[in-house]
């Protein structure tokens, strides 16, 4: 491989592979990537992964296998207006993070994509699916990219610190590629800073302390951010103290909003713990009131209290369950009348239509409890059934209550 290097230079441009054979990682992509580069014609491609993972690198690759010339451009920084002139003569336009074109920019697109103007390759560490208009991501082929592996970051570390002109032992390339969250871009950045230390600091107990805390990157408008509070609901859902306590730390470390974090905490408590124990979710809502109190970096400790307490509760989705069966009836065959016994009779004409005629009074008869019929008639009549309770937690108890009450108040 032949590199040109100037002092100038990022790593990551000294050692940006040359051809589709020098590239690293993607290996699943790879046979449809020479595919389409091979073709006849390129096709307009959306990249879609995390960042650092060579979405630009392969797609300046494959306009170059495929004999096009190219311009590279990215969107926070390009306007319209700009992007017109610059596409004069042009094949292939390489627009980085497409994302932050608005709709009506990403329309601009259409008719040049619709006529062959212009071949596109998109990259995006956003969901298309949220971040790209639905009559643009029609046109597009769109390829998942992964994380980059830890062997596939040591292996890129290497060729990093070759170029440098220095050597380290194997572990210190595997600490760097362990640290650097599947990001290549994040690595040889650390490749860079850790060249210029004495030797002395290249002991790993030293090279963890000197390490700059900003290697630990969130993606905070991207797929990780609800990836890693989706682990960490399901985690307490799974009663996986171990596993909460982690995404909970890969969260803050990686600078999330903890308000973000709690207000997933007070859903989890309602929906996965419910009536398990009714404590859960006072306790969430508690934690939230300590970080807006308390702030951050201290409010970690209420969250996770908050955390381990409920992931060992006692999980019961009963009443979550219930609500989603009666929406489901309402928006199946519409809300039914209340029974005129349920309704005020505010007015005298309410009265004359017979407005609560012969409502009972729960309070005024034995254990605060009497049969009568509360569901819209056509319901009772079919014995519709929305709740169905578990026995767990506290809830289980609660039910004992009011089977008892109901057996008291019978008749036998």
């Given at each position: 491989?032949?590199?040109?290097?100037?002092?100038?230079?990022?790593?990551?441009?000294?050692?940006?592979p040359?051809?589709l054979d020098?590239?690293?990682?993607?290996?699943?992509?790879?046979?449809?990537?020479?595919?389409?580069?091979?073709?006849?014609?390129?096709?307009?491609?959306?990249?879609?992964g995390?960042?650092?993972?060579?979405?630009?690198?392969?797609?300046?690759?494959?306009?170059?296998?495929?004999?096009?010339?190219?311009?590279?451009?990215?969107?926070?920084?390009?306007?319209?207006?700009?992007?017109?002139?610059?596409?004069a003569?042009?094949e292939?336009?390489?627009?980085?993070?497409?994302?932050?074109?608005?709709?009506a920019?990403?329309?601009?697109?259409?008719?040049?994509?619709?006529?062959?103007?212009?071949?596109?390759?998109?990259?995006?560490?956003?969901?298309?699916?949220?971040?790209?208009?639905?009559?643009?991501?029609?046109?597009?082929?769109?390829?998942?990219?992964?994380?980059?592996?830890?062997?596939?970051?040591?292996?890129?570390?290497?060729?990093?610190?070759?170029?440098?002109g220095?050597?380290?032992?194997?572990?210190?390339?595997?600490?760097?590629?362990?640290?650097?969250?599947?990001?290549?871009?994040?690595?040889?950045?650390?490749?860079?800073?850790?060249?210029?230390l004495?030797?002395?600091k290249?002991e790993?107990?030293?090279?963890r302390?000197?390490?700059?805390?900003?290697?630990?990157?969130?993606?905070?408008?991207?797929?990780?951010?609800?990836?890693?509070?989706?682990?960490?609901?399901?985690?307490?859902?799974?009663?996986?103290?171990?596993?909460?306590?982690?995404?909970?730390?890969?969260?803050?470390?990686s600078?999330e909003?903890?308000?973000?974090?709690?207000?997933?905490?007070?859903l989890?408590?309602?929906?996965?713990?419910?009536?398990?124990?009714?404590?859960?979710?006072?306790?969430a809502?508690?934690?939230?009131?300590?970080?807006?109190?308390?702030?951050?970096?201290?409010?970690?400790?209420?969250?996770?209290?908050?955390?381990?307490?409920?992931?060992?509760?006692?999980?019961?989705?009963s009443?979550?369950?219930?609500?989603?069966?009666?929406?489901?009836?309402?928006?199946?065959?519409?809300?039914?009348?209340?029974?005129?016994?349920?309704?005020?009779?505010?007015?005298?004409?309410?009265k004359?239509w017979?407005?609560?005629?012969?409502?009972?009074?729960?309070?005024?008869?034995?254990g605060?409890?009497?049969?009568?019929?509360?569901?819209?008639?056509?319901?009772?009549?079919?014995?519709?059934?929305?709740?169905v309770?578990?026995?767990?937690?506290?809830?289980?108890?609660?039910?004992?209550?009011?089977?008892?009450?109901?057996?008291?108040?019978?008749?036998?």
């Open positions: 491989m032949r590199i040109e290097i100037t002092d100038k230079q990022p790593l990551a441009d000294k050692i940006r040359q051809s020098e590239f690293v990682g993607q290996s699943h992509l790879l046979d449809r990537i020479a595919a389409f580069a091979g073709g006849a014609r390129l096709p307009s491609l959306l990249f879609f995390p960042p650092g993972c060579g979405k630009s690198t392969l797609a300046m690759l494959m306009a170059k296998a495929a004999g096009k010339s190219y311009i590279r451009v990215s969107a926070p920084e390009a306007g319209l207006a700009t992007l017109r002139k610059r596409l003569g042009a292939v336009l390489i627009l980085d993070e497409i994302h932050r074109f608005s709709k920019q990403q329309d601009f697109f259409l008719p040049i994509l619709e006529s062959g103007e212009i071949v596109l390759l998109a990259t995006t560490t956003e969901n298309p699916s949220f971040s790209v208009t639905r009559q643009l991501l029609s046109r597009l082929h769109v390829l998942r990219f992964r994380a980059l592996t830890r062997e596939e970051l040591a292996r890129m570390a290497r060729r990093g610190a070759a170029v440098l220095v050597q380290w032992a194997d572990e210190v390339f595997d600490l760097l590629a362990g640290m650097s969250g599947g990001d290549g871009r994040t690595l040889l950045n650390l490749v860079e800073h850790v060249s210029t004495p030797p002395e290249l790993l107990g030293e090279l302390q000197v390490l700059p805390e900003a290697i630990i990157r969130g993606d905070r408008e991207g797929d990780s951010h609800y990836e890693l509070v989706s682990a960490l609901i399901k985690s307490i859902r799974g009663s996986d103290v171990d596993a909460a306590m982690y995404y909970l730390a890969c969260l803050l470390e600078g909003d903890p308000r973000f974090i709690c207000r997933r905490l007070i989890s408590a309602s929906e996965d713990i419910g009536l398990g124990d009714p404590q859960a979710l006072p306790l809502i508690s934690c939230q009131q300590a970080i807006e109190y308390v702030g951050m970096p201290e409010g970690f400790i209420p969250m996770a209290e908050t955390v381990v307490y409920l992931a060992l509760a006692p999980k019961n989705n009443s979550y369950a219930a609500y989603l069966n009666a929406q489901k009836e309402v928006r199946e065959n519409g809300m039914r009348p209340v029974p005129l016994h349920l309704r005020n009779a505010s007015t005298s004409l309410h004359e017979g407005y609560g005629r012969g409502y009972k009074y729960p309070h005024a008869f034995p605060s409890w009497v049969e009568q019929e509360y569901l819209p008639h056509e319901l009772a009549k079919a014995k519709a059934t929305f709740y309770p578990k026995n767990e937690g506290t809830e289980a108890k609660m039910h004992a209550w009011l089977a008892s009450r109901k057996r008291m108040t019978r008749k036998p």
